[in-house]
């Protein structure tokens, strides 16, 4: 058994080690070293501070008291993860553009740095913080007990008595602070970022999910697998509920969506202190994968503990009691350890935030406003914004620990952790209104935040604390001066709801409408309205463009002292030398123009808050004017620089299909010049033979003076047929081109193609009888007709004919002429057993360029534009020519003609 | 794809994402028998969250900020020509 000695300084080391790791990574940075700020890993993991003891205890009891439902919890932020181009990345590079330091400022930020709206936003994340870290400080108690074996019962004895009668609660609230303190406030850093905290946030993501998949990969293999683990009775137990997907199921996936966006310490480690923008892109998909890995084991360590621990043991203690009842101490220590961890990444981080929010917003307006501590006075305002963070995080963990003192009851943890969902979904409607809509104005933010949170509290946080009997408990059972219509789980009437369906749907609906009926009924001021151009259009604005709107002027002296108060003297001087030169000017001494002014008041603003920023400027600033044309002008020039961009998307997409168009063209145009020298040397080379035969023998008849007659007879008999198949090539070349160009023009009749088919057999009858070939019809069976010219027809068919006759070589020659009517076209194959088309690719046969014309006309007599002629031909019919078979063994030509009806 | 395709398809993804996981389609899929070992309706969460991740991760890889393309715009500043500084000196 582990003794609590053994638990308390197993726990302690750890702390010790968390303490060298922030150390280190804080001195790392300080000396430079980037490689905390540069990991998208860190920075994934440390989002991952979502993951609090209510996730590493609180899931397995939720899974075994609700089955599926605690996987809602998860998918939330998935969802939101995925879509981080949408709104995470805005979220934050307005973050990173304007310096804020929370999410109080970022809304306060956004409706013309109001500080009641922050005010009210702080105020509202402490009430819903507070019970959050108590739910902490309670696990970690517990949790110590189980382990330490300090009760027997795991519930009942809160006060633990293991640690030599110190309540561990205090211990960790005090290890804590300590921890906060030196990491979190150390100084007042520009961008609000803490690289030390950040680096053991991540070592302690890393620990709690190695922790909770070790519990769950034990439990699956000491069951001897799956099988053993979730017989169908188990899985029937655990996940079959009535309605599991009905509006509970919407409602805490969209509460967990909005948690991630909305808790405090969310809104610090995921926009504040984000180091680049392009980090979203891995943790985009790796929190997803994070949150997958350590939902993996929640079922299987549920079903282990509901079947291997006796009847009545606490849920939200099975990764703890399972090991141990296994016997696995030191599995059980390590689960300790992760449970540890996730509990005070929790509070390191949610006091972090809260205290940058109350510092900046509720103490130093109050200092603002106080006479003695005012601008010309000496008083050093970095060591008070220190101090009074410093004070805050002990505030906050002391509120935090009475609460978790006072509020005894055995609850179960998970509804501690929704109660405070709900309460931060409360800022949702602000926050997406102020990115997204415009008009949203603070009037409207104000009203809406208020009835949210009212309603909040009426229909979900006081029914979770009244007791029977109380005056709570009065407004629970009977509603707010005995109206019945009043109850608050089940306002005006609207029964049937979970208690937790019915406060979302009641809070939210009359915030988001209060914020829009609001905004309509109300003008924004002109600073609001320039921040709300600045913030909608973040990624379209040109830094620097609100220096138009906003002119001011100030003396160079006043600015300086005042920021040497607020940054420190050594970051202001640099501020201003950076920006001297940025100025182009090399005395050091930066203009007081308004870029330097706008500039300055947010570096001052990422220290205490834009509103106190703005406060503060305003003391030394001089002759403020918000140019309202300026701002009309940004947006409309924004709008414009949209509808440019569109339209030259647009244009440039034309463009790019023109362009393969032309390249397209231009490709057929260069095949066609090729094609056609070829053509042209073909022609040359075909008209050369016969004239150099006509020359030849013309010059020897001219020579020979005695030549014997019949020789010279046999001369001329040869250069008159040399003429004539001259002329028969130029004819040809002549019809083709006439052909091609349009200008024959040929009398279109309507006509039985079975004629023309036969009147072309009739002609090329003297061929075959000639040379033996074999020539036979079979006609088609229905009578077609065509419109077209009977002797073009005979034609195609004439050379079809005489072709397959003159080149048919087989021992027995046949040609067969065959036609048929089918799908509203006459169809003619001439077919032949003669040697067949070569390996001439079909469309070269037709072309009068082709190369593969030489092969064809080779040793042949004609002139070889026959197939093109006849092709163009058939083209000018509506119809087509093909080579539709062709071996050894002989070839087939269809013509097919378009019928008439 | 072109860039603004990529823009549509990861606005679309975690309505995608929604679907998948909210009634009716997740009702389809609401079985408590064992696959494997693991019941049903357990599995297809799993398997359509998987999904969803390498969808997420597929994506991240191809779209590009500006941010990743250039550097980041300098505020607009207006520095006078040295001639001027030396005058207004």
Redesign the interface.
């Known amino acids: 058994m582990l003794t609590a000695d053994v638990v308390v300084a197993i726990a302690l080391g750890y702390v010790g080690l968390l303490f060298l790791l922030a150390f280190l990574s804080d001195r790392w940075s300080r000396k430079g070293s980037r490689w905390i700020s540069n990991s998208p890993l860190i920075y994934t993991l440390s989002i991952s501070v979502y993951c609090t003891s209510w996730t590493f205890y609180g899931a397995v009891g939720s899974a075994a008291r609700n089955g599926l439902e605690f996987i809602t919890i998860y998918l939330g932020p998935t969802l939101v993860f995925l879509g981080w181009w949408y709104l995470l990345r805005k979220l934050v590079r307005i973050g990173q553009v304007n310096r804020i330091s929370s999410i109080a400022d970022l809304i306060s930020s956004r409706y013309g740095k109001s500080n009641t709206l922050a005010v009210m936003v702080t105020l509202m994340a402490v009430i819903g913080t507070t019970p959050y870290i108590a739910l902490q400080l309670k696990a970690v108690t517990t949790s110590f007990q189980v382990v330490s074996g300090g009760s027997g019962d795991l519930l009942g004895n809160l006060s633990g008595d293991g640690a030599g009668g110190i309540d561990p609660a205090l211990l960790v609230a005090v290890g804590m602070a300590l921890f906060t303190i030196l990491f979190g406030t150390r100084n007042l850093d520009a961008n609000e970022q803490h690289p030390g905290v950040v680096a053991a946030i991540a070592f302690e993501a890393l620990v709690k999910m190695l922790a909770l998949l070790l519990v769950g990969l034990f439990v699956v293999f000491s069951f001897g697998g799956l099988e053993n683990l979730f017989p169908e009775e188990m899985s029937r137990r655990l996940l079959e509920r009535e309605n599991v997907f009905g509006g509970r199921w919407a409602v805490l996936t969209f509460l967990s969506a909005t948690a991630i966006i909305c808790l405090p310490r969310e809104f610090q480690v995921t926009v504040v202190e984000n180091a680049r923008e392009s980090h979203l892109r891995t943790a985009g998909w790796l929190f997803p994968a994070y949150l997958l890995l350590i939902c993996l084991f929640i079922l299987p360590i549920a079903a282990a503990g509901l079947t291997r621990l006796p009847e009545g043991a606490n849920p939200d203690m099975f990764v703890l009691t399972v090991p141990m009842a296994a016997n696995q101490e030191m599995l059980a220590l390590f689960a300790f350890i992760g449970g540890f961890s996730s509990a005070t990444s929790m509070v390191i981080v949610a006091c972090i935030a809260l205290s940058i929010m109350i510092s900046n917003h509720i103490v130093m307006p109050v200092v603002l406003r106080l006479r003695w501590l005012r601008l010309y006075d000496s008083a050093d305002l970095k060591t008070l914004v220190l101090f009074s963070r410093r004070f805050s995080i002990l505030l906050i963990l002391f509120l935090g620990l009475l609460y978790y003192r006072l509020s005894a009851q055995t609850e179960a943890l998970a509804s501690m952790g929704l109660i405070a969902f709900a309460g931060v979904a409360q800022f949702l409607p602000s926050l997406l209104g102020g990115l997204y809509w415009r008009q949203a104005t603070a009037r409207g933010a104000k009203l809406g935040l208020m009835g949210g949170v009212v309603l909040w509290v009426y229909t979900l946080l006081l029914p979770s604390l009244a007791e029977d009997g109380t005056v709570f408990g009065e407004i629970v059972s009977h509603g707010l001066f005995g109206w019945e219509m009043l109850r608050p789980e089940a306002l005006l009437g609207m029964t049937g709801f979970d208690p937790l369906v019915h406060a979302i749907v009641w809070s939210l609906t009359a915030n988001t409408a209060l914020l829009i009926a609001g905004s309509l009924f109300s003008e924004q001021a002109p600073l609001e309205r320039l921040q709300s151009a600045l913030f909608v259009d973040v990624f379209r604005n040109t830094p620097g463009d609100e220096s138009r709107a906003l002119v001011r002027s100030a003396a160079i002296d006043d600015l300086r002292l005042l920021s040497r108060r607020i940054l420190g003297a050594d970051a202001a001087d640099r501020q201003f030398r950076d920006f001297a030169l940025r100025q182009g000017r090399d005395d050091g001494v930066p203009v007081a123009d308004t870029a330097f002014i706008t500039h300055l008041e947010r570096q001052i603003g990422g220290n205490v808050g834009a509103a106190s920023a703005r406060v503060m400027i305003s003391e030394v600033v001089s002759g403020e004017t918000i140019s309202l044309d300026e701002i009309i002008r940004m947006v409309d020039e924004t709008q414009q620089v949209i509808e440019y961009s569109q339209a030259l998307e647009a244009n440039s997409r034309t463009l790019e299909q023109t362009a393969a168009q032309l390249r397209q063209a231009n490709q057929r145009l260069m095949r066609l010049d090729t094609e056609k020298d070829d053509f042209l040397s073909q022609v040359s080379h075909e008209l050369r033979t016969p004239m150099t035969s006509i020359r030849s023998f013309a010059e020897a008849l001219l020579k020979a003076d005695e030549m014997p007659p019949d020789q010279a007879r046999r001369f001329m008999r040869i250069i008159h047929d040399e003429s004539l198949r001259l002329t028969s090539l130029l004819d040809d070349i002549l019809d083709l081109s006439h052909l091609e160009s349009g200008e024959v023009r040929w009398q279109v009749e309507r006509l039985d193609p079975e004629t023309a088919a036969i009147s072309a057999i009739a002609a090329c009858e003297g061929l075959a009888a000639e040379t033996g070939v074999r020539v036979d019809h079979v006609p088609a069976d229905t009578a077609a007709a065509i419109r077209g010219n009977r002797d073009r027809l005979s034609q195609i068919l004439i050379n079809l004919i005489s072709n397959a006759i003159k080149y048919n070589d087989s021992a027995e020659p046949w040609v067969r002429i065959e036609s048929r009517v089918e799908a509203g076209r006459w169809r003619v194959d001439v077919r032949d057993n003669g040697p067949g088309a070569g390996d001439v690719a079909p469309d070269q046969l037709f072309s009068k360029f082709a190369r593969g014309w030489r092969q064809i006309a080779k040793g042949r007599s004609g002139t070889g534009l026959g197939l093109a002629i006849s092709a163009e031909i058939a083209r000018r019919h509506g119809g087509d020519l093909s080579l539709t078979e062709s071996s050894e063994q002989g070839s087939c030509f269809t013509l097919s003609l378009p019928v008439t009806h | 794809m072109p860039r603004?395709k990529l823009?549509d398809a990861?606005?679309i993804?975690?309505f995608f994402?929604?679907i998948l996981?909210?009634?009716p389609f997740?009702?389809i899929f609401?079985s408590?028998?064992?696959l494997?070992?693991?019941?049903v309706?357990?599995l297809y969460?799993?398997c359509a969250?998987?999904a969803?991740?390498?969808?997420?991760?597929v994506?991240?890889?191809r779209?590009v900020?500006?941010?990743?393309t250039a550097e980041p715009?300098?505020?607009?500043?207006h520095?006078?020509p040295?001639e001027q500084?030396d005058a207004d000196g």
Do not use: E, N, Y
């Open positions: 603004q823009r990861a606005f993804l975690p994402g929604l996981i909210m009634p997740v009702d609401f408590v028998r064992l494997g070992g693991i019941p309706i357990l969460i799993f969250w998987t969803l991740i390498i969808l997420g991760w994506l991240s890889r779209l900020t500006d941010t990743d715009r300098p505020p607009i500043l520095p006078l040295p500084r």
